[in-house]
Antibody
């Protein structure tokens, strides 16, 4: 059974840092595109970052230079290191598996976690 | 960035009725369009991809259609478990972008 479980969210002051984790079971993180997608309170979904099975990473403009996606193949875990956090980064952060058949960094996601809430506030 | 616009924002329907949800793209996305269902406190669930292909385990009362800039998700006979928020997402251009959602209300 495919399962993704996020953790690491919490309350952080503007300018602070957090590292989110996504523990994966049922497939290998290094065999698939893996994604972080966020949802601000009461809002829609926004792509944040993608890591390719080959290791290439992509971020949207609003987080480039501040957020870094990575993975630990031995622990089958995806990470999102978030630095220089801002109030508009407040959101539930979901990890999601990209379409297993895709070769493109832009794709749909077929399995999602339940999310972890990040609140940036003083 | 491609902007996805969903309508209506809220759709009030009764169990057993048919629901039709719309999604419009600001530029053509070919058939690279997915639909998701989201319930409170949960992550999205993939329903439809390539505009009309049902994901594994999705009941056949869910169907998708369209191409280019206009897409539709139809739920033929609403069940109680279908009352949720539905999002469309284009994956033709980076970054993939989502609509703001349609909430199905009783």
């Amino acid at each position: 059974e495919v399962r993704l479980v996020e953790s690491g969210g919490g309350l952080v002051q503007p300018g602070g840092s957090l590292r989110l984790s996504c523990a994966v079971s049922g497939f290998n993180v290094n065999d698939n595109f893996m994604n972080w997608v966020r949802q601000a309170p009461g809002k829609g979904l926004e792509w944040v970052s993608v890591i390719h099975s080959g290791g290439s990473t992509y971020e949207v403009d609003s987080v480039r230079g501040r957020f870094t996606i990575s993975r630990d193949n031995s622990n089958n875990t995806l990470y999102l290191q978030m630095n220089r956090l801002r109030a508009d980064d407040t959101a539930v952060y979901f990890c999601a598996r990209g379409d297993p058949s895709t070769l493109s960094k832009v794709h749909f996601c077929d399995h999602w976690g339940q999310g972890t809430l990040v609140t940036v506030s003083s | 960035e491609i902007v996805m616009t969903q309508s209506p924002v809220t759709l009030s329907v009764s169990p057993g009725e048919r629901a039709t949800l719309s999604c419009r793209a600001s530029h053509s996305v070919s058939r690279n369009l997915a639909w998701y269902q989201q319930k409170p406190g949960q992550g999205p669930r993939l329903l439809i991809y390539t505009a009309s292909t049902r994901a594994t385990g999705v009941p056949d009362r869910f169907s998708g259609s369209g191409s280019g800039t206009e897409f539709t998700l139809t739920i033929s006979s609403l069940q109680s478990e279908d009352f949720a928020v539905y999002f469309c997402q284009q994956y033709n251009n980076w970054p993939g972008t989502f609509g703001q959602g349609t909430k199905l209300d009783i």
